[in-house]
């Protein structure tokens, strides 16, 4: 099957980490290092991710 080309307008980055690192998951200005109009990606421990995904399913 021939793909379709489509323009990405944007783009959402996400961090799963295996285990919760506070500060850094809350404040990734201290880890990582971007453009002024760039987002910073989210980032969430697996169990917490794994929290809200069976939260979703719930509703």
């Not at 980055?13 to 506070?22: L, N, Q």
Request: charge should be negative; glycine fraction near 2%; include cysteine.
């Amino acid at each position: 099957m021939p793909s379709k080309k489509r323009n990405i307008s944007e783009v959402w980055s996400i961090v799963v980490t295996d285990f919760k690192y506070g500060v850094i998951q809350t404040n990734l200005s201290k880890l990582l290092e971007k453009d002024k109009e760039a987002l910073y990606p989210w980032s969430i421990c697996i169990d917490d991710l794994e929290a809200l995904f069976i939260l979703m399913e719930r509703c």
